[in-house]
């Protein structure tokens, strides 16, 4: 069980190769209406199928258990139907290079059955769509702006790209930036629980996530002052160009939280790679078998939105 947050509280359970996974929420007041078409959208921008995805499908159907009026509770389950666990069996004694199999087998002796799994993701992109219910009218949207270095918009030069890794037996990675407007002035708090600090821990919660930058982010180290300061506008604390990203001094100052993820090249890749087999004590040449993503940051978008309206959920509650 992994816990998140306190006002707004998420367990989620399960793994990618168990019976099913799932969150339970405790404490959504009882009133807000919730139905289970309200999260088709979120799942299917999740969803895999697409160019770049991994063709191991899922119907991803949320089952509620809805126990809000009694005991405090709803719990979503999504059924596991398309696990083939023949291909993990190899990575005890051939951890893949990248992933978590290596430090799973140090930490726990085994690979605990894909919970280090972008599957885990999918009730995280439950719990975020209850989060965004509670957090309106402030609005939550994330997008993919790069893959493998090329912009996103640049469709075609994408779906090249894609193909020609999938070919290869490679993959890619990407950046996924994430607006928040209307969020009210002061979320936060100075230092420990600064409002970056917040949206950083529960970004990284993310498998597979390689940085974060607010605003101006790094470039705001190339920068001067008088470039990176950012002149008011307006007695509600607008400013002229937004550079701090919506926060300063941890606290959200009234302008639009703009931060950008960093999401790295799926590590479970065909191509060979010269890599330590535990078992028998030697270099071998390794492809990692099984279906794989060839560029997970294309399913990205809905999760970082999630984890950002579970943020602020606890914070506005
Ligand atoms: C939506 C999503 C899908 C993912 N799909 C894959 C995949 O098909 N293969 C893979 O090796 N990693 C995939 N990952 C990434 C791994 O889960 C992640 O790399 C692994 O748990 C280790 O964590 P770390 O990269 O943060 O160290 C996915 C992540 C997400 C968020």
Not at 8 to 30: K, N, Q, W, Y
Not at 168 to 196: A, K, M
Not at 271 to 290: E, H
């Amino acid at each position: 069980m992994d816990v998140f947050g306190s006002r707004f509280r998420l367990e989620i359970f399960g793994a990618s190769h168990a019976p099913c996974v799932g969150v339970t929420l405790r404490d959504v007041p009882a009133a807000l209406p919730l139905s289970p078409d309200d999260f088709t959208a979120d799942l299917r921008r999740r969803k895999s199928g697409a160019p770049g995805t991994t063709p191991r499908i899922e119907d991803d159907l949320p089952q509620l258990d809805d126990r809000r009026a009694t005991d405090g509770t709803l719990t979503i389950t999504f059924a596991n139907r398309n696990y083939r666990d023949e291909d993990y069996k190899d990575f005890t004694d051939i951890p893949r290079p990248g992933h978590a199999d290596f430090v799973a087998m140090a930490r726990y002796g085994s690979l605990r059955d894909g919970w280090f799994s972008g599957r885990m993701t999918l009730p995280l992109v439950a719990a975020g769509v209850v989060a965004k219910k509670l957090i309106t009218p402030t609005l939550v949207e994330a997008r993919l702006t790069e893959v493998g270095g090329i912009a996103a918009a640049e469709t075609e030069a994408v779906a090249q790209a894609l193909e020609t890794a999938a070919r290869e037996g490679d993959s890619l990675g990407g950046i996924v930036e994430c607006r928040c407007t209307g969020v009210p002035v002061g979320l936060g708090e100075p230092f420990f629980d600064s409002l970056e600090s917040l949206l950083a821990h529960a970004v990284f919660s993310i498998p597979g996530i390689r940085g974060i930058e607010f605003g101006d982010g790094f470039a705001a180290a190339r920068m001067t002052g008088s470039a990176h300061n950012d002149p008011f506008i307006d007695t509600e604390g607008h400013t002229a160009r937004n550079g701090a990203g919506g926060i300063n001094g941890g606290l959200s100052n009234g302008n639009p939280i703009v931060f950008r993820v960093a999401v790295k090249p799926t590590s479970s890749i065909r191509k060979v790679q010269r890599t330590f087999d535990f078992a028998r004590g030697c270099l071998i040449d390794y492809a990692v078998p099984g279906r794989h993503d060839v560029c997970f940051a294309l399913r990205v978008p809905p999760v970082v939105e999630a984890v950002t309206a579970c943020v602020l959920a606890n914070l506005i509650l």
